[in-house]
């Protein structure tokens, strides 16, 4: 899941290489840290948070395959 919010943040971006995500785990949840240049906060989020919502919800999808649940923040 890393991967693919990695993936999907530096198709968006302009400065790829301050894209970071960290990723910890337990049993059942997984809690992803996106973290991206100030200049391209705007970017990641979209108007009233429709790119981060999309974004979450593949990564939603992705995580119901291996039974987790998944929560993702974002921050500059």
Do not use: F, S, W
Request: aromatic share 0%; hydrophobic share 45%; no cysteine.
């Amino acid at each position: 899941m890393k991967e693919l919010v990695e993936i999907l943040a530096k198709a968006l971006v302009d400065q790829t290489d301050q894209v970071l995500v960290v990723q910890t785990e337990t049993e059942k949840t997984v809690h992803l840290q996106l973290t991206v240049a100030p200049d391209d906060m705007g970017k990641v989020i979209g108007k009233q948070g429709k790119i981060a919502n999309a974004i979450r919800t593949l990564v939603k999808a992705a995580a119901v395959k291996d039974g987790r649940r998944v929560h993702m923040d974002i921050d500059q």
